[in-house]
């Protein structure tokens, strides 16, 4: 779990911190433009937060990560593809970055509490959000090390590299849960 969170959290959190002076770079967005980018991922967060929470109440914790990995990979396609010529593929992938944070950070909570229960949840929850620190830490270490100038090809492929290693997490939490459910059902049956 906690290396989900990680995974969720680097490419949102890469971008959070300098999303104004890529798109500047990139995307030859003027400074005023730039600024209502950064205004559009945190609208976009805030927003994802409320549906994601309310989604994976109803569809499950694991099928609404799992969405919301995918609009990070095609958040991050969306911002390799952005050019000057076609700087709304760089506020698409933007927003879908940040749908993806808000998501995580809002499933996250009730995530942690359906593994691990109630009684110790500020304890557990403050580990879990290490995964989010982590990220907040990993992603702009990925955008200063890989970034060339005005190309920040390298650091998008580098994310979703890392976010390829977060699909490998999400299919262990689904074998363990699943592991675990079986187990649970095999116990109270007797």
């Not at 959070?16 to 991922?41: D, E, H, K, N, R």
């Not at 609208?43 to 994976?56: H, K, W, Y």
């Not at 090809?153 to 699943?178: F, Q």
Request: charged share 10%; net charge positive.
């Amino acid at each position: 779990m906690l290396f989900l969170y990680i995974s969720g959290c680097t490419a949102p959190l890469m971008m959070f911190s300098s999303a104004s002076s890529i798109a500047q770079m990139q995307a030859g967005f003027t400074p005023a433009a730039a600024a209502l980018c950064v205004s559009a991922i945190a609208f976009a967060n805030t927003v994802a937060r409320f549906i994601a929470g309310s989604a994976s109440d109803k569809f499950g914790r694991l099928p609404s990560l799992a969405c919301a990995q995918i609009l990070s990979f095609v958040g991050l396609g969306c911002l390799m593809a952005a050019t000057q010529e076609n700087q709304s593929f760089f506020v698409a992938g933007l927003i879908l970055l940040g749908i993806c944070y808000g998501s995580f950070v809002g499933i996250y909570p009730g995530f942690t509490v359906d593994q691990f229960g109630s009684k110790h949840n500020s304890v557990n929850y403050g580990i879990m959000a290490a995964g989010f620190s982590l990220g907040g830490v990993l992603g702009p270490v990925i955008l200063t090390v890989t970034a060339d100038g005005s190309n920040f090809s390298l650091a998008y492929i580098s994310a979703t590299s890392v976010g390829l290693v977060g699909a490998v997490c999400w299919l262990v939490c689904i074998r363990l849960l699943s592991k675990n459910k079986k187990e649970f059902n095999r116990r109270t049956a007797t």
